[in-house]
């Protein structure tokens, strides 16, 4: 110990002069002038945080309001990505597996119906058939009966179209009564039809037992099945198609259109191989029509439903933010007495402002966190019982709680306000 | 910058010269007229009267949680009338020490973080408040409470401890508002006893009263009525 360590030491009067007196001493005259009282951080922070546990339960059930919030919120935000990533999935496996082709008009066959048939020997097609139509062919008049009615309307205009067997398949249909037309039909050149679900509608013919024909130019050909609950080339429901052989009944030799259906991942690759193996010599003259890109059709669906449950959230926010409001506000009236109390200890009104703003921001971060936490286990839950993939953005996980804390923060300005305006003479009495 | 007349007496507490306080009622009410009196560094003064009097505008005036409407009051020299709200704010912080008839201690928090209260806004060093309220605790026999919750204590004990809170930041002047209002006899005995020892160890004692029994005890006794002040000797 320095020798002048020692000195202090062993004269304690020396370094605290009388402890008792040393608190009684009176401070040095200044003047009052720019003094104001001050407040330490972590002070402030205590206080605050002992005021709010002070009441716990009352606090509990004010963060209550925000906990439904912000969970709300979570929930339908968290929901509304999953489901929207599962509806786009779904999209995804049918829009990602389809190519279509058309082929220009032209007096030369471009692709022949042989080269259609044989795409499905690309390995990755799982089916594919052609279709032809030619503009005039897309508007013929077709009746159901050849007797003429002048009182009823008995013609209707249609798309009639000549495709090869494999249609059903291709355009993933469902033959709703009957049956598609086979490579029989085609090679013996027999005269008959099969009705879009829609034609069928509209030409009257719903049943198939008594062999009913559609006329065409005057000449009959048998309806033999009916095509319905297409999930791909939806204007199929609303035509008469024939075999390419009958085809040529209405000058429709040449295809026009093929579709393909691949396995899932393969549509690019297909895409790439169909012109050649359908033109190898005038390749570059078809269109492909590949498969949109997802991820625009994704975020089209997340907007559309996140908008609306998004406006939900905000509502239970705002109730929980009217909450917070109100019990603050009687928690100010009920702690006028500590207001005045603190107001003679020497705190300034932004103390007492800032104090219950710390309080209600604290109560509203509380209910973010709990409103989260909730939240995304619900979320995650309910993926799980529907063996989703759950989708939510880091982002708003984080952000939730500060947007509790802001609502706490807003909630508490007026009681705050009121808190700091009041008069410690009035406070007291 | 120091005022001249800091000069005149440095053992004055508190000087109120001509101090009127006039609320704008209909018609208007004389709560204080043309109040004189000055308070000697160590002085035990009590204020009595009966209610309506102006006693509570007359400490409200003292604490400065009141403004007078005309006159004026130094407080340890400090002219305290022209002073902003803040920086009577801060005079009231640091120079008085404010104890009341019903306590006012916050239930929830312990007897110690009660007297550690009145350190928060004062600016002063965070170390060692828990020590410094401590001491006070144990300068008015409270040592031994220090983590009790005040709603364990008796009124006596209670209001020993708000004492303790109110000498907690050094103050020149230690005012109180009926301290003994709330309190049996013994009780009352007690804290006038323990004013009698804070008065020999040179603090400045303000008390309100108007019970006899508290009065006698201090060394000036001033009664007010309808606003206006006497001195009894």
């Not at chain 1, 209405?250 to 393969?266: E, Y």
């Not at chain 1, 300005?413 to 305006?421: G, N, S, T």
Request: glycine residues 8%.
């Amino acid at each position: 110990m320095p020798p002048h360590r020692r000195l202090l030491h062993r004269r304690p009067s020396l370094r605290r002069p009388s402890l008792r007196r040393s608190s009684l001493r009176r401070l040095p005259r200044v003047s009052g002038r720019g003094r104001a009282s001050r407040m330490d951080m972590r002070d402030l922070w205590a206080e605050s945080l002992a005021g709010v546990l002070a009441r716990p339960v009352r606090s509990a059930l004010t963060t209550l309001g925000t906990v439904l919030g912000i969970t709300t919120l979570v929930i339908t935000m968290g929901i509304a990505a999953t489901a929207g990533n599962q509806i786009v999935g779904r999209f995804d496996e049918l829009t990602a597996t389809t190519i279509s082709v058309d082929v220009p008009a032209n007096r030369d066959p471009l692709v022949t119906w042989e080269a259609a048939a044989e795409l499905t020997r690309l390995r990755g097609v799982t089916s594919a058939a052609a279709l032809a139509q030619t503009a005039k062919s897309a508007a013929l008049t077709v009746r159901a009966n050849n007797l003429v009615d002048p009182t009823a309307v008995s013609e209707q205009s249609m798309n009639v179209l000549a495709a090869t067997p494999e249609l059903p398949t291709a355009a993933k249909g469902r033959m709703i009564q009957g049956r598609f037309f086979d490579a029989g039909h085609d090679r013996r050149g027999d005269r008959v039809a099969v009705l879009g679900e829609q034609a069928a509608k509209l030409l009257k013919i719903t049943a198939l037992e008594n062999a009913p024909a559609v006329f065409i130019k005057g000449r009959a050909y048998t309806v033999i099945g009916i095509l319905g609950d297409l999930r791909r080339e939806e204007v199929l429901g609303a035509s008469v198609i024939v075999p390419r052989s009958v085809g040529a009944d209405f000058d429709v030799h040449h295809v026009s259109r093929v579709l393909i259906n691949t396995t899932l991942g393969a549509a690019d690759m297909i895409a790439k191989q169909v012109p050649t193996a359908l033109s190898p010599n005038r390749a570059a003259e078809l269109h492909i029509a590949a498969p949109p890109s997802p991820k625009r059709a994704r975020e089209g669906v997340e907007s559309d439903v996140n908008g609306l449950f998004l406006i939900l959230g905000l509502v239970s926010l705002v109730v929980g933010a009217v909450g917070i409001a109100n019990v603050t506000l009687v928690t100010v009236m009920e702690r006028i007495a500590e207001i005045g109390l603190r107001r003679s200890l020497g705190a300034a009104r932004r103390h007492i402002a800032a104090q219950f703003l710390l309080e209600s921001t604290l109560i509203g971060l509380t209910g973010g966190v709990i409103g989260t936490s909730v939240g995304v286990v619900a979320v995650v839950a309910v993926s799980a019982a529907r063996q989703w993939t759950p989708v939510l953005d880091v982002q708003l996980a984080l952000a939730a709680p500060v947007v509790g804390a802001v609502v706490g923060l807003l909630a508490g300005l007026y009681p705050a306000l009121r808190a700091a305006r009041m008069e410690p003479v009035d406070a007291l009495r | 910058m120091r005022d001249i007349r800091d000069m005149r007496d440095t053992n004055e507490v508190i000087r109120l010269e001509n101090v009127s306080r006039v609320f704008a009622t209909d018609p208007p009410v004389y709560a204080l007229a043309k109040v004189s009196l000055v308070i000697r560094h160590g002085d035990y003064v009590a204020i009595v009267g009966p209610s309506g009097s102006g006693k509570s505008t007359l400490l409200n005036t003292l604490g400065l949680l009141d403004r007078p409407t005309s006159g004026s009051y130094l407080l340890d020299g400090i002219e305290t009338t022209a002073l902003k709200d803040k920086e009577r704010t801060w005079l009231r912080g640091s120079r008085i020490g404010f104890v009341y008839q019903s306590f006012h201690l916050l239930a929830q928090r312990t007897v110690v973080e009660n007297v550690m209260l009145a350190e928060v806004y004062g600016g002063r060093d965070r170390r060692h408040r828990r020590n410094r309220a401590i001491e006070a605790l144990e300068r008015v026999g409270m040592g031994h409470r220090v983590k009790f919750l005040p709603n364990r204590l008796s009124g006596g004990e209670r209001q020993r401890v708000a004492i303790a809170r109110a000498m907690m930041g050094t103050p020149s002047l230690l005012l109180c508002d009926e301290p003994t209002g709330n309190l049996d006899t013994r009780n009352t005995d007690a804290v006038l006893d323990l004013f009698d020892t804070l008065r020999d160890q040179g603090m400045t004692l303000v008390v309100i009263t108007h019970e006899d029994q508290v009065s006698e005890r201090a060394q000036r006794r001033v009664s007010i009525s309808d606003g206006i002040l006497t001195e009894e000797h």
